[in-house]
């Protein structure tokens, strides 16, 4: 059974930093792209950043770049996302998905599977 579960979210002052998990389980990381994406209330699910299976490239929305970091640990089946100097309009339910292969996007109609997401409220 797939599955994905994502942890970290929290309520973090503006410039403050949260890292996010998504743990994996029923299929294998490294064959799989992985994609963050977050939705703020009353928005559109929106792509953050991904990363390529085979090569581990990796993607972001212009409005986190230089401060977003994605990456991967395939021996403990786990993707991280590092948010820093994080901002008001951070906050969102954060959730990973997956899908099998090597093509990468920001079109969440694109993965297979998600998980439930994670509340970021960044806020003072």
């Known amino acids: 059974q797939v599955q994905l579960v994502e942890s970290g979210g929290g309520l973090v002052q503006p410039g403050g930093s949260l890292k996010l998990s998504c743990v994996v389980s029923g299929f294998t990381l490294a064959d799989h792209v992985i994609g963050w994406f977050r939705q703020a209330p009353g928005k559109e699910r929106e792509g953050v950043s991904f990363?390529?299976?085979?090569?581990?490239?990796?993607a972001y929305v212009d409005s986190v770049k230089g401060r977003f970091t994605i990456s991967r640990d395939n021996a403990k089946d786990t993707v991280y996302l590092q948010m820093n100097s994080l901002k008001p309009e951070d906050t969102g339910v954060y959730y990973c998905?997956?899908?099998?292969?090597?093509?990468?996007?920001?079109?969440?109609?694109?993965?297979?599977?998600w998980g439930q997401g994670t509340q970021v409220t960044v806020s003072s």
């Open positions: 990363m390529r299976s085979r090569d581990g490239s990796s």
């Open positions: 998905a997956a899908r099998w292969g090597a093509l990468a996007t920001f079109d969440r109609a694109w993965y297979d599977y």
